[in-house]
Structure formats: structure tokens, C-alpha cells
């Protein structure tokens, strides 16, 4: 299965990903995820990134086709991909495709996990995030121990674009840029919808269905 998560920042695109990963045995690729740890670990691709991430804004274009080339080329993903966070607006889906077709693949479904605006400030002001990729909330999704990572032990911490200033403007970015891709893979006839406003079992039961896995 070669698939596509689309939704808003904070809808459950993470989420979902690591469950389904689980499930299918193939990897999740969530751009973010890569630009964040080069961003970490102080990479060209990094230092070029991080002051659009610090804004809330997408990053370029073109960098991000060049590091979902790179991923695509890597040898596991024989079995499918998931991708989480990409692609986010009409010139990195058609990259996308581009990319496929000279691999010699093509995209099989995109799920759209659709959640309320209202409810997303509320999911990504109470995210908190730990190193290792794992995600908990602060209400809906409270980790063991206060702070504490239960994968790995690491510490957890809010991500900068988690702010409410930032998460306004993230909303802005998805609007205008991110939501024409609902309409682009309803007409390319891979569209599946599903909705992210129930809990998270809830919500991978759906996915599940409306997929036939
Ligand atoms: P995410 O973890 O998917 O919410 O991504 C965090 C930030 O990384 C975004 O707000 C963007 O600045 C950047 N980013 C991640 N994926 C993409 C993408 N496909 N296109 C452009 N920017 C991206």
C-alpha cells in the first residue's frame, strides 16, 4: 500500500501514520519528522528549513522534493510507504508524481482525516512531543509519567510551532496551499475521507474500512 495522509496540522496525521506503519509494515514518512532532525543535527537542508518551520510557514518546494527523492530511493519501501506531511500543495503532488512515475510507481489512496478548525488549536497547544517521534496530549492522550516519554523514557517537550501564535498562521498555510489537494486526489479517484473528529481507535477503525485492510 502506497498512501498519503492529508489532513490539518494537529488532525491526527502522526497518529494515525505510526498505527498504520504497525499494521501494513512499511514506513512512515513524515517530512516533518526528517526536516526537524536536520534541523537538530545542523545539516545544509536544516539550516535552509528551520526559519520557515519557526514561522509556521511550509518550506520550500524544492527542498522538499529533493528529500522525498532521496527517501523514495532507499530500499524499503518495496512493500508501500506512508507518507504524513506531504505532500502539502499542488506543485509537491505533482512532484510526487513525477517521482513515482520514474520509479515506477504510483500513489494507491489518499485518506483525508477531516477534524473542525475550532477543535485544532485546542489539539496542538496541549501536543507534547518527545524526541523519539512518539506524541501524547496533554488531556486526550497523557503519557505514564508527567513529562515523560513512555517508548523511550525520553523527556517530552512542546515543538516552537506548537505555540498558539504559530498554530494560527499553520492554519492559514493549510488553507490556502494544503486543502486543493483534497479536490486533486478526489479527481485522481483515490480520495478516501474519513472523520478525525472521534477517538483515536475510532478514527484507525475507519481508516481501516474505508481502505479494506
Ligand atoms: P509537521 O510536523 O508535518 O507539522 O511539519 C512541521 C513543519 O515542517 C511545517 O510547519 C513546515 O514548516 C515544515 N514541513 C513539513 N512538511 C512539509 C512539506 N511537505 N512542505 C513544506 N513544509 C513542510
Known amino acids: 500500500m502506497r498512501m498519503i495522509l492529508l489532513g490539518k496540522p494537529g488532525g491526527g496525521k502522526g497518529t494515525q501514520a505510526t498505527l498504520l506503519k504497525e499494521h501494513l509494515d512499511v ?7 526528517i526536516l526537524r532532525e536536520a534541523v537538530k543535527n545542523g545539516t545544509p537542508l536544516g539550516k535552509e528549513a528551520k526559519n520557515y518551520m519557526d514561522a509556521g510557514k511550509l518550506v520550500p518546494d524544492d527542498l522538499i522534493r529533493g ?3 532521496e527517501r523514495l530511493s532507499q530500499d524499503d519501501i518495496g512493500k508501500g510507504f506512508i507518507f504524513d506531511g506531504f505532500p502539502r500543495t499542488l506543485a509537491q503532488a505533482e512532484g ?4 513515482a512515475d520514474k520509479l515506477g510507481i504510483s500513489i494507491d489512496k489518499a485518506v483525508y482525516i ?3 478548525t475550532d477543535k485544532i488549536v485546542k489539539r496542538l497547544s496541549g501536543r507534547r512531543s518527545c524526541a523519539c517521534g512518539a506524541v501524547y496530549h496533554i488531556e486526550s492522550k497523557r503519557p505514564k509519567i508527567e513529562g515523560v516519554c513512555d517508548a523511550c523514557s525520553g523527556k517530552l517537550y512542546q515543538r516552537d510551532d506548537d505555540k498558539e501564535d504559530v498554530i494560527k498562521q499553520r492554519i492559514e498555510q493549510y488553507e490556502a496551499q ?8 478526489r479527481k485522481e479517484g483515490k480520495l478516501v475521507t474519513i472523520d478525525g473528529d472521534q477517538d483515536i481507535d475510532e478514527v484507525f ?5 474505508g481502505l479494506g485492510i
Open 27 to 33: 514506513p512512515q514518512i513524515s517530512t516533518g519528522d
Open 178 to 185: 494544503t486543502m486543493p489537494l483534497i479536490d486533486y486526489y
Open 205 to 209: 477503525n475507519d481508516i481501516k474500512r
Open 114 to 116: 477531516d477534524v473542525p
Open 67 to 69: 528529500l522525498v527523492e
Open 96 to 99: 510526487l508524481k513525477k517521482i
